[in-house]
């Protein structure tokens, strides 16, 4: 949408529970704060900023306030290094009857993140069968990961192991399981957009995915 002096592209945030303000552009703080009165739904609203965005500025001076950081990664599916698989783990498609299994993990997994936070419990990911690709690993009937791809485009969406599985491979297996959902579409890449942590940094690089960069996520509630 356009308004005098400001534009945006809107939609719902992937990391927060708000309506997202893609691209935004405004000349000024006024017509920054034009652009927000004219958005067609309810607050709150967030952006998120690549470093040194001159928005930044404005924004903060429209009272949008950080509340995450999140790095870019990606890399080709073409060589990506197979792991083993963990002991006991099983993969399956996930459906929406495990909601209740799935709530749980989730938590477990990503408890303590400030984009978990932002997104509220539950997230919404628990009604997600047959959106893309949403793969979940099993030790016996204890749900204990989730991986949510888009695909063809590749896109790992959301990808929490609970802590006392974590170094064991699951994840890996996840990945696994994306990068073949996403091949059989069409795609060549992933690409993860993850709250800048040193366990998804460390577990990226291990994989090969190679940094993209950082954004700045702001929210005015
Ligand atoms: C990031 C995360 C998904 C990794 O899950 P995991 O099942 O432990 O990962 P794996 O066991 O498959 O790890 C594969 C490799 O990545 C690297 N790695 C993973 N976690 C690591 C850590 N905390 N420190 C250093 N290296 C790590 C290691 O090289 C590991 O192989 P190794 O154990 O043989 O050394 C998990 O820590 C997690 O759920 N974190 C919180 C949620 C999150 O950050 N999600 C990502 C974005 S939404």
């Given at each position: 949408?356009?308004?005098?002096?400001?534009?945006?592209?809107?939609?719902?945030?992937?990391?927060?529970?708000?309506?997202?303000?893609?691209?935004?552009?405004?000349?000024?703080?006024?017509?920054?704060?034009?652009?927000?009165?004219?958005?067609?739904?309810?607050?709150?609203?967030?952006?998120?900023?690549?470093?040194?965005?001159?928005?930044?500025?404005?924004?903060?001076?429209?009272?949008?306030?950080?509340?995450?950081?999140?790095?870019?990664?990606?890399?080709?599916?073409?060589?990506?290094?197979?792991?083993?698989?963990?002991?006991?783990?099983?993969?399956?498609?996930?459906?929406?009857?495990?909601?209740?299994?799935?709530?749980?993990?989730?938590?477990?997994?990503?408890?303590?993140?400030?984009?978990?936070?932002?997104?509220?419990?539950?997230?919404?990911?628990?009604?997600?069968?047959?959106?893309?690709?949403?793969?979940?690993?099993?030790?016996?009937?204890?749900?204990?990961?989730?991986?949510?791809?888009q695909v063809p485009e590749g896109?790992?969406?959301?990808?929490?192991?609970?802590?006392?599985?974590?170094?064991?491979?699951?994840?890996?297996?996840?990945?696994?399981?994306?990068?073949?959902?996403?091949?059989?579409?069409?795609?060549?890449?992933?690409?993860?957009?993850?709250?800048?942590?040193?366990?998804?940094?460390?577990?990226?690089?291990?994989?090969?995915?190679?940094?993209?960069?950082?954004?700045?996520?702001?929210?005015?509630?």
């Open positions: 949408m356009t308004t005098d002096g400001a534009a945006c592209q809107i939609g719902p945030s992937p990391t927060a529970r708000a309506v997202r303000l893609d691209n935004v552009t405004a000349r000024d703080a006024a017509a920054l704060e034009a652009l927000i009165q004219a958005v067609p739904a309810v607050p709150p609203y967030d952006m998120a900023l690549a470093p040194g965005d001159p928005m930044g500025a404005l924004a903060r001076e429209a009272g949008f306030e950080p509340y995450a950081t999140t790095v870019t990664v990606a890399r080709a599916i073409e060589g990506l290094p197979a792991g083993e698989p963990a002991d006991g783990v099983r993969l399956l498609t996930y459906s929406n009857d495990m909601a209740e299994r799935y709530d749980d993990a989730e938590f477990d997994a990503l408890d303590g993140l400030a984009i978990y936070k932002a997104m509220g419990r539950p997230t919404g990911y628990n009604q997600g069968a047959g959106y893309g690709d949403f793969t979940v690993a099993l030790r016996g009937d204890h749900l204990i990961g989730f991986c949510f791809t896109i790992i969406w959301w990808l929490g192991v609970v802590p006392e599985e974590r170094r064991k491979g699951v994840a890996r297996m996840l990945i696994d399981s994306a990068a073949r959902a996403t091949r059989t579409s069409g795609g060549t890449h992933l690409l993860a957009e993850v709250e800048d942590t040193p366990e998804a940094r460390a577990f990226f690089s291990a994989l090969g995915f190679r940094e993209r960069g950082t954004r700045e996520l702001l929210i005015r509630r």
